[in-house]
């Protein structure tokens, strides 16, 4: 049986492309991805020795290491002589469960944080 990347080469004649860091068209534009960590906080566990532990929230991002990853992207397409011309945001959505006090099952919650962003760039001058 033809895999997936098989399948697509022979329908388009070129191969299936599933993961992308860096593209470039013509040379006159580039783009720099990135993700984002998710927040941590912690949470008392244990009944009578209560201890600590780090857990990640899939609601909410690390907004420092966000804004530190989109200042890193802006630095290096100017250093590759690029300018910033757009950010488009990436969300990725997710669910957890609801429930009530009594911990009869209510239904979903759904929420779709930004966990990062694609950031394009315009050749200087171009």
Known sequence: MATLEEMQRRITGSPVVTEHKELQVAGKFKTKWFWASL????????????????????????IGDYAQKLQDAYVQLDAEGYDVISVVPI????????????????????????????????????
Not at 47 to 59: D, I, N, P, V, W
Not at 93 to 122: C, I, M
Request: hydrophobic residues 25%.
């Open 39 to 62: 927040a941590k906080y912690t949470v008392d566990e244990g009944f009578l020795l209560k201890t600590q532990a780090e857990k990640e929230s899939q609601r909410r991002v690390d």
């Open 91 to 126: 969300s990725a959505g997710t669910s957890e469960s609801s429930t009530n006090r009594g911990g009869a099952y209510l239904g979903d919650t759904g929420f779709s944080p930004t966990r990062g962003a694609v950031v394009v760039g315009k050749k200087q001058g171009g």
